[in-house]
């Protein structure tokens, strides 16, 4: 065997077959808001390691792609969530 293909056998070797596909913060932010409660800025910040200027700013932009998104005070925190548009 020349070289090289020890060195692609290993590659090969070492990865893996079926990998998990990965879940995007943006994908978890609307699975936080879709959720009954809804979440907090505080809550979608520490999940995605965004601050809260950015979560902000990712909510505007889910508004202006037309998801309806409720603010609601509860016990002193706003939760937000998305709701289903009925057509």
Do not use: C, F, N
């Not at 070492?14 to 913060?25: F, G, L, R, Y």
């Not at 979608?44 to 950015?54: E, F, G, M, P, V």
Request: cysteine-free.
């Amino acid at each position: 065997m020349t070289k090289q293909t020890k060195t692609t056998q290993k590659s090969a070797e070492t990865k893996p077959a079926d990998s998990a596909p990965k879940t995007t913060k943006k994908a978890l932010v609307e699975q936080l808001l879709k959720s009954d409660k809804g979440a907090t800025i505080e809550e979608i910040a520490k999940k995605t390691s965004w601050q809260h200027h950015t979560v902000r700013g990712h909510l505007s932009i889910l508004k202006k792609a037309g998801a309806e998104i409720i603010s609601e005070r509860v016990d002193g925190a706003r939760y937000y969530r998305i709701t289903e548009k009925v057509a």
